[in-house]
């Protein structure tokens, strides 16, 4: 039976149906470029735009707490970087001093097929029964990869690799989650609704949420977004898509009207390029 303290604080993650996630760990793991300079000012953005909850490690917390921010948030308890072996995830942090932060869940990043995975899968096991003994939700961030080196984004690479078999991979990520305890399921979007909600289908009705990735084009972003909602996600988790644009109050504000309103990306951009953007409506 799940525990009353998981619920309540899934609810605040995941308000209603669906949720709109803005990561902020990409820090730690590349270093303080572009949009991440300032990340406490990108979370008062994105907190006025309607986005739901963060994720990061702890130390974002405390300082947007600090500035007055009241928003939802998800410790990262995992942590790699480029400079050494960025698919090696290893434990920084644990689920009670999450709570004592007043954090609303915690995370754990596997990357399936990298050469670690065995000890990736031994944390997620471990923090998950953490997570049942202190009534706190657990987010794992699957991802299918291979050991690419150079970047951080080798799930590319899973992909190019595998072909047509992502979906399959993918959906294998998500059962792994779900069986070893997690809460919700952040993972890659696949391409298209229709194998993506073969992966939604393998979660046991636990909530699935999908990955950005690098910046693209508006259109683009909104479209997958609107696809992998279709698909039956329970919303995304977007951060390089977020915060490394020029207008992020925008962009949150139609990625909100897709994701909570399912309302059309094309509507949602001809609206705003019509009127100014703080009218640009999620129905919020």
């Known amino acids: 039976m799940t525990s009353n303290g998981k619920v309540v604080r899934l609810a605040r993650i995941i308000p ?6 803005v990561p902020f760990d990409d820090d730690l793991i590349n270093g303080p470029y572009g949009g991440l300079t300032d990340p406490v000012a990108r979370v008062h953005e994105v907190s006025r735009a309607g986005a739901d909850a963060v994720l990061g490690f702890p130390r974002l917390l405390t300082r947007y707490t600090e500035a007055g921010v009241r928003l939802p948030f998800v410790a990262n308890l995992t942590a790699s970087t480029v400079l ?3 698919t090696r995830k290893v434990t920084v942090g644990s689920v009670e001093r999450a709570l004592r932060l007043g954090c609303d869940g915690v ?4 990357n399936v097929s990298d050469r670690q995975e065995p000890e990736m899968l031994a944390t997620l ?4 029964e953490e997570c049942e003994r202190w009534g706190m939700p657990l987010l794992a961030i699957m991802y299918p990869r291979r050991d690419q080196g150079g970047t951080d984004d080798n799930y590319v690479e899973a992909k190019k690799y595998d072909g047509g078999r992502y979906a399959d991979l993918v959906r294998h990520c998500v059962r792994i989650a779900v069986e070893l305890g997690a809460d919700v399921v952040k993972t890659q979007y696949t391409g298209d609704a229709e194998s993506f909600a073969s992966v939604t289908a393998a979660s046991m009705g636990v909530p699935v949420v999908v990955a950005g990735g690098p910046r693209t084009a508006i259109r683009e972003a909104l479209h997958n977004a ?4 279709v698909g039956g996600a329970a919303g995304v988790c977007f951060g390089r898509q977020t915060y490394n644009r020029t207008d992020i109050p925008t962009f949150v504000r139609m990625l909100s009207a897709v994701v909570h ?6 509507d949602v951009l001809n609206e705003s390029a019509a009127q ?3 009218t640009v409506s999620s129905g919020r």
């Open 226 to 229: 609107h696809g992998a909602i």
């Open 261 to 266: 309103d399912d309302r059309a990306p094309d």
């Open 16 to 21: 209603g149906a669906r949720t709109l996630m």
């Open 84 to 86: 050494g072996v960025h």
């Open 107 to 110: 995370a754990v990043h596997v």
């Open 125 to 128: 096991g471990r923090v998950a």
């Open 276 to 278: 100014p953007a703080a």
